[in-house]
């Protein structure tokens, strides 16, 4: 490394001196040089793995006969296996409740931060964001107790009004428990993408609306909203990746749901079930790349369609 | 309300009550689990399933006996656990950060060969979800017998694509060329106008950089769960996952386990909520760099 510095020193100097050639070999020595080691491990623990799974994903592994080459049966399989279908369709539904859910929250509370200023306000905006620190695992942890009938809170707080209480780990309302956990974990750090943008912009287009008589509630709709569509956009994109591969919180409420959340409740539990408990790693992968590819190209074309590409990437 | 005129005194009062009361009760909302384990961390056995008030202190508060129990349990493994954490955090934490800071300095600042195709593929990457890459990465690794070794964990952490975007576009709009030129034509190496000129430059979205990625190694479950099976190895997610799965089978015979397994998520996280408290200045300026492009 040290040998390129010496040697392109003088080269530096050139550019300056127009010898173009050289520049651009330069540009394009030390622009590898730089990206390179970033290119390795993109091509080592990126590409490669999905090009295995996509060729491990091509097999299958039978008792008798071993390992054959079968094309497309395991994605076959799999968008006829009941447990893949409900598993997405699972996860579609949730991401349908739970982003929207999220992002009006965290919109509604970065809006609030914004307006108003006090010390009470400051604290509230580091409080909101504190889930953000918690592991999703230990958060759903957390949550698992606050649900359990033997230590948490919500026996004696229905109790008090003589209600029974509600048990967001039965098959009923398991869906909205894990919309619950999953808001309390994002929806503050949502909050701090937006209130950052919010921050962004620039003070004196609100005085300008005001001067024309617009009052908070239409700046905010009319002004701050529009301007931080490129941080919704994003945090959207965020949430729905995330959603689709649903897998830290219902794997760890499983232990304490039993019956209610199978091995097959969302599609990266039923691979994770697939490879490891069943050892079946061909189909697996199969399951994984389909996920991963479903998970691209709806982000991509979500991108695409909202026109929105060039503002965000 | 003597507040109330004496903000008025002010050139803008804006302190909206019904509003802070709102706010007031979602503060509440998501301090809510937090207040449970530091009560019920306090608490053994007896007082834990007692039926008692779960939401305040039962009457021996038993901090210290707990805490030692906890790093005491199946000799220390807990502290095992936290230990492993931090130095997966550390580890992918820094490497993925210096890989970002190279590559998304590479790209905004020279023009090479390639270079819009390859940033495509970030850019792309940045929409593969990363539970889609554990089985596969998990096949790869146990082919070369790295399975079940910490380099499982910490080597696929140094993937991050969404570190090399923010800091190619921190790069492009805070260090400029022309200084970038000037210390060219001073006599300085690419590498010493790197580490010189841009780096100091490029600072607050390195922070933030190091900080996102060291958290989303801390927080790794799937990753972990899959490469490892010597619960040595384990980092503190899986080692409590794993917990809980053994108490929540056996409820009558293990009371004594969800007293560790409460007390052990207070102790994962005090480090960092400090961090939080601590660096939190870091995190608003990064941040709003990912938000706004």
Do not use: C
Not at chain 1, 172 to 182: K, M, P
Not at chain 2, 259 to 279: D, E, H, N
Request: overall charge positive; cysteine-free; charged content about 10%.
């Amino acid at each position: 490394m040290t040998l390129i510095t010496e040697k392109s020193a003088p080269s530096t100097q050139d550019r300056t001196h127009k010898i173009r050639g050289k520049v651009r070999l330069r540009e394009h020595v030390m622009g590898w040089l730089f990206v390179g080691p970033f290119a390795i491990v993109f091509l080592a623990l990126l590409i490669a793995p999905l090009a295995y799974a996509l060729y491990l994903s091509l097999f299958q592994k039978r008792l008798i006969g071993g390992t054959s080459f079968v094309f497309l049966d395991n994605y076959v399989k799999a968008f006829t296996d009941s447990s893949f279908l409900s598993g997405s369709w699972f996860v579609i539904r949730f991401s349908l409740v739970s982003i929207p859910l999220q992002i009006i929250i965290a919109l509604a509370m970065a809006l609030i931060l914004d307006a108003v200023t006090s010390l009470f306000i400051r604290f509230s905006r580091l409080m909101i964001f504190l889930p953000y620190a918690i592991p999703t695992v230990i958060g759903a942890v957390m949550w698992g107790f606050l649900y359990s009938k033997s230590f948490g809170p919500l026996s004696d707080l229905f109790g008090l009004f003589g209600a029974t209480p509600p048990d967001f780990l039965s098959s009923n309302l398991i869906f909205y428990g894990l919309v619950n956990v999953v808001t309390w974990q994002w929806a503050g750090y949502y909050m701090i993408i937006l209130y950052a943008a919010l921050q962004g912009i620039d003070p004196a287009l609100y005085e300008a609306a005001r001067i024309d008589g617009a009052g908070k509630w239409q700046i905010a709709r009319r002004i701050k909203i529009p301007l931080i569509a490129p941080a919704l956009l994003l945090i959207l994109v965020f949430s729905l990746i995330g959603t689709l591969q649903f897998f830290n919180e219902p794997q760890i409420l499983r232990s304490l749901a039993a019956g209610t959340i199978g091995p097959d409740f969302t599609p990266n539990m039923y691979a994770y079930q697939q490879a490891f408990a069943l050892a079946n790693f061909n189909y697996g992968s199969a399951i994984s790349f389909a996920l991963g590819g479903i998970v691209f190209v709806g982000v991509y074309a979500f991108l695409f369609f909202t026109r929105q590409r060039r503002s965000f990437l | 309300m003597s507040d109330r005129s004496r903000a008025g005194v002010r050139r803008r009062p804006q302190r909206h009550l019904p509003l802070q009361m709102l706010l007031g009760f979602l503060v509440v909302y998501f301090l809510v689990p937090f207040w449970w384990v530091i009560v019920n961390s306090s608490k053994d056995a007896p007082g834990l399933f007692g039926g008692g008030n779960t939401l305040w202190f039962a009457d021996r508060i038993d901090y210290l006996g707990n805490l030692q129990q906890l790093f005491t349990y199946d000799n220390g493994i807990y502290g095992r656990w936290i230990l492993n954490s931090t130095l997966y955090a550390l580890a992918g934490g820094v490497g993925a950060t210096v890989l970002a800071v190279m590559a998304g300095y590479g790209f905004a600042k020279y023009r090479f060969a390639a270079r819009r195709f390859s940033f495509s593929l970030v850019l792309g990457a940045l929409m593969v979800p990363a539970t889609a890459l554990v089985i596969p990465t998990f096949m790869m690794f146990s082919e070369f017998g790295l399975t079940n070794t910490i380099w499982a964990v910490i080597l696929p952490s140094l993937l991050n694509p969404f570190g090399v975007y923010l800091m190619h576009v921190y790069a492009r709009d805070a260090v400029p060329d022309e200084i970038l030129d000037a210390a060219r034509a001073d006599g300085a190496g690419e590498i010493r106008t790197f580490l010189q000129v841009a780096f100091p430059l490029m600072r607050p979205a390195v922070v933030t950089v190091l900080l996102l990625s060291a958290v989303a190694s801390w927080n790794n479950y799937f990753l972990p769960l899959a490469m490892l099976s010597d619960n040595r190895l384990f980092p503190v997610t899986v080692g409590l996952g794993l917990w809980q799965g053994i108490a929540s089978a056996n409820n009558a015979g293990s009371t004594s386990l969800w007293s560790l397994i409460i007390m052990g998520a207070l102790v994962s996280v005090v480090p960092l909520v400090i961090a939080f408290f601590t660096l939190q200045r870091h995190w608003r300026g990064g941040l709003s760099v990912g938000g706004l492009r």
